[in-house]
C-alpha cells in the first residue's frame, strides 16, 4: 500500500494523536521525558565511556579548560541544531514516500514537520516516526570515539536531550504498532490523524 493524496473509499477517521491540544497527553508525554531522563542519560554515559576512554579518566568540562557556562551555551546551541536536523529527516522521509514536498515550518521554539494533504500507511509511516531517531542516535554514537572528553560529555548530554524529544515519536509509533496494519495515517503538524476502513 502506498501514500496517497485522498482518502480511499470506505475509509474512515478513528481516532487522534492531538499534542496541541490534548493538555493531559502534553503532560504524560514530557513527564516520561522527565522520569526517563536518567535512563536515557545513563545509557549513553556507559556508551560514550566504553568507546572514549579518555572521558572515564579526565570527565567534566572543566578539567577540560572549558567553563560550565560555556558547557551549557554549546549544549543549548547545539540541541536547536539537532532539533532542526531531527525535522529535516520526518521531512525527507515524508517526501519519499508521497513524492511531494513536505510542509516545514517554526511555531514558537520549535521546529515541526508535517504532509497533511497526505494519508501514508502504516509501516512507512513507523519508518517516518523512528528515523530522526535511528539517524541522530547511531551518527553520535559513532562520533564518540573520535572526540576529545569535553565534546564527548557534550554529545551525551546532546544523545540524552535529542532522545527525551523524541518520546512523541515513542508514542506515535507504539499506538502504530497496536493497531491495525490497513491503517492510514495523516500528520497535520499538531497531531495525526489515524483512517481506517469503516
Ligand atoms: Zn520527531
Request: charged share 10%.
Amino acid at each position: 500500500m502506498k501514500a496517497v493524496s485522498d482518502l480511499p473509499q470506505g475509509y474512515i477517521e478513528r481516532e487522534r494523536i492531538d499534542f496541541k491540544h490534548n493538555r493531559k497527553l502534553f503532560w504524560i508525554l514530557n513527564s516520561a521525558a522527565v522520569l526517563l531522563l536518567p535512563c536515557f542519560g545513563v545509557s549513553f554515559l556507559l556508551i560514550a565511556v566504553s568507546l572514549n576512554p579518555h572521558l572515564a579518566s579526565s570527565g567534566s568540562f572543566e578539567s577540560r579548560g572549558w567553563s560550565i557556562v560555556i558547557g551549557i551555551v554549546l549544549l543549548v546551541l547545539s540541541c536547536i541544531v539537532c532539533m532542526i536536523v531531527h525535522e529535516l529527516i520526518h521531512s525527507l522521509c515524508f517526501w519519499l514516500f508521497t513524492g511531494s514536498r513536505p510542509h516545514f515550518g517554526f511555531k514558537w521554539l520549535y521546529a515541526y514537520a508535517s504532509a497533511p494533504n497526505w494519508y501514508i500507511p502504516r509501516g512507512p509511516f513507523l519508518f517516518v516516526g523512528l528515523a530522526p531517531f535511528v539517524c541522530l542516535t547511531l551518527l553520535g554514537i559513532a562520533l564518540l570515539p573520535f572526540v576529545s572528553a569535553g565534546i564527548s560529555l557534550l554529545l551525551c548530554c546532546l544523545l540524552t536531550a535529542h532522545t527525551m524529544g523524541c518520546v512523541g515519536d515513542f508514542y506515535v509509533v507504539i499506538r502504530l504498532l497496536m493497531a491495525s496494519s490497513g491503517l492510514l495515517i495523516r500528520d497535520y503538524g499538531d497531531g495525526m490523524a489515524f483512517y481506517a476502513h469503516a
